[in-house]
């Protein structure tokens, strides 16, 4: 049994994807934070985890005929869940001058060796706070700038708080998933003053307190980073007096959620390798590393391989650099548990009245968040091409999903433009679009699909993670360059390379090279390999499993946040 005290990493994220009805996620950041808490549980670290939460989920999306979104609130029912136990501590945090009472909700991640580690989720939804006031824990990513703030006080200073009352008083490290949680670390500075017993703190214990922090990246747009006016932040938080200490909270006039995190922390790191370069760029003052994301073995492989694995692979559950050993699996075994995975996600297009789609056909995936720098219509840019490619090599199916942010209008638009190239191949090709993205149809579709599909538009993607829990499922990907893949591709062993490293002159030509690289691939490598030479094609898979699923995983991803953070 694990005591509070004896936890000594905090683990701080605005979503945690913990599982599929519980809402409390909107994509990739927190698919790696619930990824990451669960290697953490299988690999004992003594970690505690902390965020919102979002009683009202992200939202749930439907798409009508012609592929315009839908959305709605996806409250779920707190009090039914037996995994969330309400803990009895009580907090607050000071808002706009009121003092807003906090509670919270324990969840317990238990790892493959049966270590847990907690999860807390902050929830002001107490009768002794006004009406507004309970609702700040509510939405994921809604409201407008004041709200949002709100909701980072609530996570980074009450989160301490919760920590400090439920004992957790031995933590050494606090790592800021993103810069949603950099007030932690005010929170973390005010206790230092506390104890000297003072109410402003000094530059020493600003030194202090960086030896403790950690910050990872996720955006590599500067546009995509919270920042908030400072007379927003001097009415939300009551306070003028961190301002003196400008070269820490305030930059270019605004309190910027990324600078006070890169300014608190003494490891940063980017989430791929080329993220950490891209990163270094945009914040030249500052030392940045790179530690790539992975994905949670456990978590994304099918059950029919993870069967496969169990008899083949002793103990890649607890270590997944076993995972190397896929290469001795006979290939007819591989390929068996792949068409069951396939037959799964086909049934399930089925019961949802998507006809027509078979077992026998190259079957193409792309699902992630619909927001225009993933580029989910490339495919389409020349639809004489693709037919003609279907004609002469053989026929392909494509099943997509994803939400688009309610405000992004561009990402919206791209679900309409896959709905409109859908109608106009109907006579070619099959085209899905499954509404409603969340992990349980993640978990389908990077199992059932034969080729992942990811087109981002360089250097946007930053990691990239859906690839990752492909290829742990032997299923190889066909990418743009750009994130996890200029790493984890080895061209026709590991899957394929689409366009070039080097950039173009404009996003316009960009886009054309790479559809025209992309189709290429498609028609030369992808359909004849898929279908003339099947003993290749599984040899890619094998080694999809071999070298990407043992490396590009939250285990070894942590293992160096251990090495480079957490032990230094
Ligand atoms: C894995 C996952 C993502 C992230 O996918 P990327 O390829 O990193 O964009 C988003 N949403 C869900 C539901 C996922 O499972």
Redesign the pocket.
């Given at each position: 049994m694990t005591v509070a005290s004896d936890r000594s990493i905090a683990y701080f994220s605005m979503e945690i994807?913990l599982e599929s009805s519980i809402p409390t996620y909107s994509?990739?950041l927190g698919?790696l934070a619930g990824d990451t808490i669960r290697a953490a549980a299988d690999m004992k670290f003594p970690m505690v985890a902390v965020t919102l939460l979002h009683r009202k989920g992200y939202f749930s999306q439907t798409l009508d005929s012609v592929g315009t979104q839908h959305e709605a609130p996806t409250p779920w029912p707190v009090d039914e869940y037996l995994n969330l136990k309400e803990v009895s501590a009580r907090v607050s945090v000071s808002l706009d001058g009121r003092t807003v009472a906090l509670r919270a909700w324990q969840y317990d991640v238990k790892g493959a060796t049966g270590h847990w580690v907690p999860v807390y989720l902050l929830d002001t939804g107490l009768d002794v706070n006004s009406e507004w006031d309970r609702r700040i824990t509510d939405s994921l990513y809604g409201g407008d700038k004041h709200y949002r703030l709100c909701q980072e006080v609530v996570l980074g200073c009450g989160g301490i708080r919760l920590l400090r009352s439920l004992g957790y008083d031995r933590l050494g490290r606090f790592h800021m998933n993103e810069g949603h949680s950099s007030l932690l670390a005010l929170e973390l500075l005010d206790e230092e003053a506390g104890k000297a017993g003072r109410d402003c703190f000094t530059h020493e214990e600003v030194e202090l307190v960086r030896k403790k922090c950690v910050f990872t990246t996720h955006t590599p747009v500067a546009a995509g980073h919270d920042q908030f006016p400072l007379d927003l932040v001097k009415q939300v938080t009551g306070r003028s007096d961190i301002f003196n200490m400008k070269e820490v909270f305030c930059c270019e006039g605004v309190l910027n959620m990324t600078y006070l995190a890169l300014n608190l922390s003494h490891f940063v790191n980017g989430v791929a390798k080329k993220h950490g370069e891209i990163s270094r760029l945009m914040f030249a003052k500052y030392p940045i590393d790179a530690i790539t994301n992975g994905?949670h073995a456990a978590t994304w492989v099918s059950s029919h391989l993870a069967c496969l694995f169990d008899e083949f692979i002793a103990g890649w559950r607890e270590d997944n650099f076993n995972l190397r050993y896929a290469l001795k699996i006979p290939k007819e075994r591989i390929e068996a548990a792949h068409a069951k995975a396939k037959g799964q996600l086909l049934e399930y297009l089925r019961l949802r009245g998507f006809a027509g789609f078979e077992e026998g056909i190259l079957t193409i995936g792309f699902a992630?968040?619909a927001t225009g720098y993933?580029r989910a219509d490339l495919l389409f840019q020349d639809i004489e091409r693709l037919r003609k490619i279907v004609k002469d090599g053989g026929p392909i199916q494509i099943i997509f999903a994803g939400k688009a942010h309610p405000h992004d209008l561009a990402g919206k638009g791209l679900i309409r433009r896959i709905y409109a190239a859908k109608e106009e191949l109907k006579d070619g090709l099959k085209v899905a679009y499954l509404q409603d993205?969340?992990?349980d149809?993640?978990r389908l579709l990077v199992s059932g699909v034969d080729v992942w599909l990811?087109t981002p538009m360089p250097p946007l993607e930053a990691?990239?993670?859906?690839?990752m829990?492909a290829a742990m499922n032997g299923v190889p990907s066909l990418s743009v360059l750009d994130g996890w893949w200029i790493e984890g591709c080895i061209e026709g062993i590991t899957g394929w390379a689409i366009g070039e490293v080097d950039g173009a002159p404009s996003e316009s030509e960009r886009s054309r090279r790479d559809a025209l690289s992309l189709y290429d691939k498609l028609e030369k490598v992808v359909l004849p390999r898929f279908y003339c030479d099947r003993e290749a094609f599984v040899d890619t898979m094998k080694h999809a499993i071999a070298l990407n699923g043992s490396f590009f995983n939250t285990q070894r991803m942590l293992q160096q946040y251990a090495l480079k953070a957490y032990l230094l």
């Amino acid at each position: 049994m694990t005591v509070a005290s004896d936890r000594s990493i905090a683990y701080f994220s605005m979503e945690i994807a913990l599982e599929s009805s519980i809402p409390t996620y909107s994509g990739g950041l927190g698919v790696l934070a619930g990824d990451t808490i669960r290697a953490a549980a299988d690999m004992k670290f003594p970690m505690v985890a902390v965020t919102l939460l979002h009683r009202k989920g992200y939202f749930s999306q439907t798409l009508d005929s012609v592929g315009t979104q839908h959305e709605a609130p996806t409250p779920w029912p707190v009090d039914e869940y037996l995994n969330l136990k309400e803990v009895s501590a009580r907090v607050s945090v000071s808002l706009d001058g009121r003092t807003v009472a906090l509670r919270a909700w324990q969840y317990d991640v238990k790892g493959a060796t049966g270590h847990w580690v907690p999860v807390y989720l902050l929830d002001t939804g107490l009768d002794v706070n006004s009406e507004w006031d309970r609702r700040i824990t509510d939405s994921l990513y809604g409201g407008d700038k004041h709200y949002r703030l709100c909701q980072e006080v609530v996570l980074g200073c009450g989160g301490i708080r919760l920590l400090r009352s439920l004992g957790y008083d031995r933590l050494g490290r606090f790592h800021m998933n993103e810069g949603h949680s950099s007030l932690l670390a005010l929170e973390l500075l005010d206790e230092e003053a506390g104890k000297a017993g003072r109410d402003c703190f000094t530059h020493e214990e600003v030194e202090l307190v960086r030896k403790k922090c950690v910050f990872t990246t996720h955006t590599p747009v500067a546009a995509g980073h919270d920042q908030f006016p400072l007379d927003l932040v001097k009415q939300v938080t009551g306070r003028s007096d961190i301002f003196n200490m400008k070269e820490v909270f305030c930059c270019e006039g605004v309190l910027n959620m990324t600078y006070l995190a890169l300014n608190l922390s003494h490891f940063v790191n980017g989430v791929a390798k080329k993220h950490g370069e891209i990163s270094r760029l945009m914040f030249a003052k500052y030392p940045i590393d790179a530690i790539t994301n992975g994905v949670h073995a456990a978590t994304w492989v099918s059950s029919h391989l993870a069967c496969l694995f169990d008899e083949f692979i002793a103990g890649w559950r607890e270590d997944n650099f076993n995972l190397r050993y896929a290469l001795k699996i006979p290939k007819e075994r591989i390929e068996a548990a792949h068409a069951k995975a396939k037959g799964q996600l086909l049934e399930y297009l089925r019961l949802r009245g998507f006809a027509g789609f078979e077992e026998g056909i190259l079957t193409i995936g792309f699902a992630r968040r619909a927001t225009g720098y993933k580029r989910a219509d490339l495919l389409f840019q020349d639809i004489e091409r693709l037919r003609k490619i279907v004609k002469d090599g053989g026929p392909i199916q494509i099943i997509f999903a994803g939400k688009a942010h309610p405000h992004d209008l561009a990402g919206k638009g791209l679900i309409r433009r896959i709905y409109a190239a859908k109608e106009e191949l109907k006579d070619g090709l099959k085209v899905a679009y499954l509404q409603d993205y969340d992990i349980d149809m993640s978990r389908l579709l990077v199992s059932g699909v034969d080729v992942w599909l990811n087109t981002p538009m360089p250097p946007l993607e930053a990691s990239g993670t859906s690839g990752m829990k492909a290829a742990m499922n032997g299923v190889p990907s066909l990418s743009v360059l750009d994130g996890w893949w200029i790493e984890g591709c080895i061209e026709g062993i590991t899957g394929w390379a689409i366009g070039e490293v080097d950039g173009a002159p404009s996003e316009s030509e960009r886009s054309r090279r790479d559809a025209l690289s992309l189709y290429d691939k498609l028609e030369k490598v992808v359909l004849p390999r898929f279908y003339c030479d099947r003993e290749a094609f599984v040899d890619t898979m094998k080694h999809a499993i071999a070298l990407n699923g043992s490396f590009f995983n939250t285990q070894r991803m942590l293992q160096q946040y251990a090495l480079k953070a957490y032990l230094l």
